[in-house]
């Protein structure tokens, strides 16, 4: 079972170096750091205007105000900034096995 959640696009990572396919973003009335946890690992995908989609996948929480740190495939253009995007929540295998065996 696979739940979409709406994320915003924050910002990009910043540093000495550019990093253009890492994205800050932040899932609206979720901030609790271990709420947050769940996402780790998920996908995401993010649409142009077009129709076009960039893949990426959650790395880990970014900090406690309820930021995830999303790694594209590809960078993101500019004007991704302030636009949303799609976590894709999947039930993990081990909750898939437990909620089996419970039946």
Not at 33 to 54: D, H, M, N, P, Y
Not at 84 to 93: A, F, G, H, P, V
Request: charged share 30%.
């Amino acid at each position: 079972m696979t739940k979409k959640i709406i994320g915003l696009v924050y910002t990009f990572r910043r540093g000495a170096d550019a990093y253009p396919d890492n994205v800050i973003v932040v899932v609206p009335g979720v901030e609790d750091e271990a709420e947050l946890s769940k996402f780790v690992g998920c996908k995401v995908v993010w649409r142009t205007k077009t129709g076009k989609e960039i893949v990426g996948t959650v790395r880990k929480v970014w900090s406690k105000r309820g930021h995830l740190l999303v790694v594209f495939r590809k960078p993101l253009p500019g004007q991704a900034l302030g636009t949303k995007c799609e976590i894709i929540l999947e039930e993990k295998e081990e909750q898939k096995a437990q909620a089996s065996s419970g039946k």
